[in-house]
């Protein structure tokens, strides 16, 4: 398996464009998460997904984020509009729900830079 | 509440030398799992090892040993004989376990190792 696959690996967008970020997960896998990494605040989760399904978005900072997910092997993550302080590392992870292997497998990541 | 404290922002050792990163965990759950993954300069993280709260076996993986110790609330990793190539930064993350929480991680801020030549 080619891993989780993230797309673009690097964006530069200007303030209030939209922008959108792609993730591919490991086949298989029934959870997706979306988490962001900044100095700031370090690695932190905006939502997560549980087959296809929206459990847990209250990591998601404000109205501008939203992610979806129409089928298991798709997801985006859209900021709309976008702001400078949105400018971070996005990470995609997926992991299958076994009691025997829970660890969530990352992404390359998506530099997001707003200007 | 969850909390993972890595208090050493930044360790700086000369190849060869053995290293130790602290993690400190705070939960209430009973059981959960406690994770050390690495980000190199290329920017990805990867798993390193998962850990069971029921388990506190110390476990060795060549140069890699992990030390949890559920009285402390602590998961330190060692690396002996350190290598240029272990400069990274190291995340201590911990999940609780069962319900929907599978691969939800809450992540320390992170230990920035340079090994020099």
């Known amino acids: 398996d080619a891993g989780v696959i993230q797309s673009p690996r690097h964006e530069v967008t200007e303030m209030g464009q939209e922008v959108t970020l792609r993730c591919k997960p490991i086949?298989?896998?029934?959870?997706l998460f979306w988490y962001r990494q900044t100095m700031m605040r370090g690695l932190e989760l905006l939502i997560y997904f549980n087959n296809n399904v929206p459990i847990d978005d209250s990591g998601m900072p404000e109205d501008r984020f939203s992610a979806k997910m129409p089928n298991a092997s798709f997801s985006t993550l859209k900021i709309q509009p976008s702001e400078p302080r949105d400018s971070a590392v996005y990470f995609c992870?997926?992991?299958?729900?076994?009691?025997?292997?829970?660890?969530?497998?990352f992404g390359q990541g998506t530099r997001l830079t707003v200007v | 509440a969850q909390k993972v404290t890595q208090a050493q922002t930044e360790i700086s050792v000369v190849e060869k030398e053995d290293v130790t990163l602290d993690c400190v965990y705070e939960?209430?759950?009973?059981?959960?799992?406690l994770f050390w993954y690495k980000q190199p300069p290329s920017g990805e993280l990867v798993f390193l090892i998962r850990?069971?709260?029921?388990?506190?076996q110390n476990e060795i993986s060549g140069r890699y040993s992990w030390n949890f110790q559920k009285s402390t609330s602590s998961f330190n990793f060692t690396i002996t004989a350190s290598q240029v190539v272990d400069s990274a930064v190291y995340f201590c993350?911990?999940?609780?376990?069962?319900?929907?929480?599978?691969?939800?991680?809450?992540f320390g801020q992170g230990t920035i190792l340079t090994v020099h030549p």
């Open positions: 993350a911990l999940e609780n376990a069962g319900g929907t929480s599978y691969g939800k991680l809450t």
């Open positions: 850990r069971n709260s029921f388990d506190e």
């Open positions: 086949s298989g896998h029934d959870y």
């Open positions: 992870a997926s992991s299958f729900s076994s009691p025997r292997n829970t660890e969530a497998f």
């Open positions: 939960t209430r759950d009973t059981t959960y799992y």
